[in-house]
């Protein structure tokens, strides 16, 4: 079993900088095969940004320059830098990790970018 909770969300303007955490507990903690997602309103569940099983990161298109994975293995934590906020990026933001066949998910973290 694994139990992910995500904090750092919160309410912040267009161009400023949030950094979510991702604490991770229940199982030997690796970055690999963990990840961000994010669901706006109406919309579909999307990957942000994660690290392959191989530890290589990955980022979706629109915020790949802005967003920055990057984690902590002595900490047993997950973070997503997010740096020049747009009003798109507005979501509920999920901590992943996979372990064998199986899929975690957090209970989710909301960020919301003002125009």
């Known amino acids: 079993q694994v139990q992910l909770v995500e904090s750092g969300g919160g309410l912040v303007q267009a161009g400023g900088s949030l950094r979510l955490s991702c604490a991770a507990s229940g199982s030997s903690f690796s970055i690999k095969r963990m990840g961000w997602y994010r669901q706006a309103p109406g919309k579909q569940r999307e990957l942000v940004a994660a690290f392959t099983s191989g530890g290589s990161s990955t980022y979706a298109d629109s915020v790949k320059g802005r967003f920055s994975i990057s984690g902590d293995n002595a900490k047993n934590a997950l973070y997503l830098q997010m740096d020049s906020l747009k009003p798109e990026d507005t979501a509920i933001y999920y901590c992943?990790?996979?372990?064998?066949?199986?899929?975690?998910w957090g209970p989710g973290t909301q960020v919301t970018v003002s125009s």
């Open positions: 992943n990790k996979a372990v064998g066949i199986y899929v975690y």
